[in-house]
């Protein structure tokens, strides 16, 4: 049965850091690209970062470049985020989920996410 | 970057069919997909590839694409369906994974 599972989310100062992890099971994990996608209270999906199966390839959205890395180890079968600069409209349940293909880059299988909070 | 407009809520009857937009220009030249967010739960995929259902996936679940208007189609609505849906596509731009602004469904 496949499973991912988020770790790492809690309540942090604004500017400070936070390393959130995804560990898979239940696929081969070193044959899938993933993505973070976060949730903001309230509002919409926003897409946040995407590794290659191998962590070569890596893309961001405009609002984390600079600030946020996502890099993975596939011995480990996990995915990792990390957040620097954390500013309040950081403030999101991040999900890591499966790419199910990349030409068409939809996303198959979700974890059920870990709260981030930024708040002085 | 690309913008997908919904429709901020879908109001239906048990049994009926609800009929969900989302648009974006030329959205037909894209793939579509499509995921189900229950409240407090993970979104799920329930169409890819503008017309494609996972497995486990109800057949009541279809989509369409074409020009600028994607549409999730969904057949014989159960009081299990309400929920958050929302469209998703690529696009080559600098924020590639594109995310719908999402259509609260309710089941009268």
């Known amino acids: 049965q496949m499973q991912l599972v988020e770790s790492g989310g809690g309540v942090v100062q604004p500017g400070k850091s936070l390393r959130l992890s995804c560990t898979a099971s239940?696929?081969?994990?070193?044959?899938?690209?993933m993505h973070w996608v976060r949730q903001a209270p309230g509002k919409g999906l926003e897409w946040v970062a995407f590794i290659s199966s191998d962590g070569t390839n890596k893309h961001y959205a405009d609002s984390v470049t600079g600030r946020f890395t996502v890099s993975r180890d596939n011995s480990k079968d996990t995915v990792y985020l990390q957040m620097n600069s954390l500013r309040p409209e950081d403030t999101a349940v991040y999900y890591c989920?499966?790419?199910?293909?990349?030409?068409?880059?939809?996303?198959?299988?979700w974890g059920q996410g870990t709260l981030v909070t930024v708040s002085s | 970057s690309y913008v997908l407009t919904q429709p901020p809520s879908v109001s239906v009857a048990p049994g009926q069919t609800a009929r969900i937009t989302c648009g974006g220009n030329d959205i037909g030249s894209k793939n579509v997909h499509w995921y189900q967010q229950k409240p407090g739960q993970a979104p799920v995929l329930v169409v890819y590839d503008d017309s494609d259902r996972p497995s486990g996936i109800p057949e009541r679940f279809s989509g369409s694409n074409s020009g600028n208007t994607a549409t999730l189609t969904i057949s014989r609505v159960e009081a299990g369906d309400e929920a958050d849906y929302y469209c998703q596509v690529w696009d080559g731009s600098s924020d590639p994974y594109v995310f719908g602004t999402g259509t609260k469904v309710t089941v009268l």
């Open positions: 989920a499966r790419d199910g293909n990349l030409l068409t880059a939809y996303l198959d299988f």
């Open positions: 239940g696929f081969t994990f070193s044959s899938f690209a």
